[in-house]
Nanobody, 120 residues
Framework: VQLVESGGGSVQPGGSLTLSCATS????????ISWIRQAPGTGLLEWVS????????RYRDSVEGRFTISRDNAENMVYLRMDDLKPEDAATYFC??????????????RGQGTLVTVSS
């Protein structure tokens, strides 16, 4: 199982980025995928969004309306479009083969992360 994130970078507040997650080693269409993040200097992983096998999407309250998760089953890819970025969105973003509810209960595969910096 492999997940590889890309697309991070440095933007000003109000800016946009699209993160990509390339996956392999499992049957992608049967997998739910989450985006999670870790703010600088903290050890806490924070769930951001997930998309299940039917394409149902969920978001944490603080990103609802600004972030959009999507998946491409033909390309085994998951994306996170982030608009109107705020300084508090700055973090290392990971994609993970897990649904939100299972995160505290299981060990799940995730990528190496991509860094998003938001500052003026």
């Amino acid at each position: 199982v492999q997940l590889v994130e890309s697309g991070g970078g440095s933007v000003q507040p109000g800016g946009s980025l699209t993160l990509s997650c390339a996956t392999s080693g499992f049957t992608f269409e049967n997998a739910a995928i989450s985006w999670i993040r870790q703010a600088p200097g903290t050890g806490l992983l924070e769930w951001v969004s997930d998309i299940d096998t039917r394409g149902n999407k969920r978001y944490r309250d603080s990103v609802e309306g600004r972030f959009t998760i999507s998946r491409d089953n033909a390309e085994n890819m998951v994306y996170l479009r982030m608009d109107d970025l705020k300084p508090e969105d700055a973090a290392t973003y990971f994609c993970a083969k897990v649904l939100r509810e299972l995160m505290p209960r299981i060990t799940y595969p995730r990528g190496q992360g991509t860094l998003v910096t938001v500052s003026s």
